[in-house]
């Protein structure tokens, strides 16, 4: 058996019926490069081929009244593809409104935690054809953020994909076994007993942390400060309605805005973000005089040694949006984002698991209970959460079908109803866009104007030259 760590666990105990905590995906597939054609059969024979290499996918949750730490994660022996593997076809005309209401009602429903934690939705009817006769398709996949964090959803991603549409499914990959009640329980109190030890390797880290930030807050070098974001309509309590909206950008503009200014793509991305917002807001007549403040996610996996399958530090932006020229506001970005780089790097990579794993869990639990319940619209800790996930620059294939477009999408919270995940892959640039039907019903405003922005920011280039 594999036991979740207090982190992975924290991904159960702060799920509620108005926040579903799972990470999803929606590809855009191209069915012509399928050898022998589109099925519906087929994609099932092809994903039941990969679940030996996806262990991810076989296991399920299991406990014990007599646990008195997190649960374990288990191999289902009894794992039906076809709950899993879902099938449905888009209502006329199938463009991409009708794909994003129906993507954001799936994204809405919680995933039953007595089966392994995943869904596939194959979707037909895109932009009104057959697939069968080599129509688009599109593929929504979801998966509980207790099982994958960014990187391993992206390792899942790997082995569900292939560089070739017609290549040989990966080597198996034992998964975590089975486990008795008592086994689950006698493994938990041993690692109840280890909580002192664990607590004494959070102080001195923690301890390091506050005393850095002192000082880096004394120095002017410090992140941006939580709790100083102005309020926005995502700041406030979400339903579990979800809305999703996407874009996709030429990576190589990207690259090319990133090399003439001399900063990082993420600067770029998070200025695109950024300008985005700012356009979104003023349309409305809600931009804050303040400038808006994210939470910018980072994996820690190569530098934990930390069990668990999520590893996430992080840090504060601000996203510079009371600038108003684009250019300006990519200098400033990358000027605070280098700041806040530095400060997050003098953090311990593993503290967040640290002090998570140091905590009971009916703790974890009451605490993760009483933050969302804090009065957050009017003192929000951020404004959204933004993620950037580099993908392979090369053609990805799945169940046979190229991968035209991946739009990734996080989850959101309580104060908290906006997360942007921006990918790239095979020259794209693909932006995942996700909020609460409640607080918005126009995302794809927010959306379009990311290709505004980028190409702004493009016409600068020749304007400098």
Known sequence: MERLSAFDASMLYSESSSVPLQVCSISELDTTTIPGGYSFEAMREHLASR???????RAKLA????????????????????????????????GRTELADLCGRIASSPLDRAKPLWEMWVIEGVDGTDPHDGGPLALMLKVHHAAVDGVSAAHLISKLCDLEPDAPPPDPVEGPGGARPFEIAAGGLVRSLTRPLQLARAVPATMSTIVSTITRA???????????????????EITAERIVAS??????????VKNHFDVKVNDVVMT?????????????GELPDKPLLAVVPSSVHDQSDRPGRNQLSGF???????????????RAIAESSSRAKGHSAEIAPTLLSDVTQALPPPMIGFALEL????????????????SNVAGPDVPLYVMGAKINAMYPFGPIFHGSGLNITVMSLDGKLNVGIISCRKLVNDLWDLADGFGAE?????DAISTER
Not at 64 to 89: I, K
Not at 371 to 386: D, R, Y
Not at 454 to 458: D, F, N, Q, S
Request: charged share 20%.
């Open 51 to 57: 679940l030996p290499a996806l262990p991810e996918l």
């Open 454 to 458: 980028l190409a702004e920011l493009v």
């Open 247 to 256: 874009a996709q950008l030429d990576l190589g503009d990207v690259k090319a």
């Open 272 to 284: 695109l973000c950024a300008g985005a917002l700012r356009r979104y807001l003023a349309k409305r």
């Open 316 to 330: 504060f932006c601000n996203l510079q949006t009371h600038i108003d020229d684009s250019v300006e506001r990519l």
């Open 218 to 236: 004394r120095s002017g070098t410090a992140m941006a400060a939580p709790f100083s974001a102005p309020s926005t309509v995502f700041n406030t």
């Open 63 to 94: 406990n014990s009244q007599l646990n008195l730490d997190h649960p374990v994660w288990v191999e289902d022996p009894d794992l039906d593809l076809t709950y899993h593997l879902r099938r449905v076809c888009l209502p006329a005309p199938g």
């Open 371 to 386: 933050l969302s319940h804090t009065p957050l619209k009017h003192t929000p800790i951020h404004n959204a959460v933004i």
